[in-house]
């Protein structure tokens, strides 16, 4: 016979740990001394923590990899086992349902953070600061808003915006808000922060090496 066809060969429990494997938790099977079993088994594990790729994901939990041989075996396996045999309904149970966290979210364009930020900013007990807190929060409602809108959202919908998520403890003054342009966005702010220091340090670099060439020159000239 040349060859074998994988329908022809005995089906492999576990594709993952290959068919070698198989075949060798097949032959401990038939040993008929246990203590010549158990060794031939812990040493059959610590070989797949060599060469079997899962297994690296195992070795954290070694138990996980006794189960494993106990289902190559189809459960028919006497040996010594380091931890409790595992029974054959494990095959059977369903993984735990997910439940995924339900949190309403007043307005989702803001999301959930947002209305933490205005809790947390409702329990400050100095006006100054609360209206700050407020100021500040609007900048980040603008930002988040344009991250996933085209259009720009006006100033009046966030004041409004910020009275309903506090029930009315923070209260700005949309007048003010307009006027000193308190709602501008927060990338601008970092941004212009960050140039400011490099453009000065920039001149003053270019004032230097002008002030050292000309120097120079003068030495020259002399």
Do not use: C
């Not at 038939?30 to 690296?56: F, N, S, Y």
């Not at 029974?87 to 959930?112: A, C």
Request: no cysteine.
């Amino acid at each position: 016979m040349i060859g074998e066809y994988n329908t022809s060969r005995e089906t492999i429990i576990l594709k993952e740990y290959g068919r070698n494997v198989q075949k060798l938790v097949n032959y401990i099977r038939t040993v008929p001394d246990k203590d010549k079993r158990t060794q031939l088994a812990t040493t059959l594990i610590e070989l797949i923590k060599q060469l079997a790729p899962v297994a690296k994901e195992a070795q954290e939990n070694p138990q996980r990899m006794w189960d494993d041989l106990y289902i190559m075996a189809d459960f028919n396996l006497d040996v010594n086992n380091p931890f409790s045999t595992p029974d054959r309904t494990i095959l059977f149970k369903k993984p735990r349902k997910m439940e995924y966290p339900q949190n309403d979210v007043r307005f989702r364009h803001y999301g959930k953070n947002i209305e933490r930020l205005v809790f947390e900013a409702t329990q400050k007990e100095d006006p100054q600061e609360r209206e700050e807190a407020a100021i500040y929060i609007g900048k980040l409602m603008k930002t988040f808003y344009s991250a996933w809108n085209k259009e720009t959202l006006d100033d009046s919908v966030i004041v409004k915006d910020i009275n309903l998520l506090s029930k009315g403890k923070l209260a700005l003054s949309l007048d003010k808000v307009r006027e000193e342009n308190l709602f501008e966005k927060l990338y601008r702010e970092q941004r212009t922060k960050v140039q400011r220091p490099e453009g000065n340090e920039r001149n003053q670099g270019r004032n230097n090496r002008f002030k050292k060439n000309r120097h120079q020159h003068r030495r020259r000239d002399k």
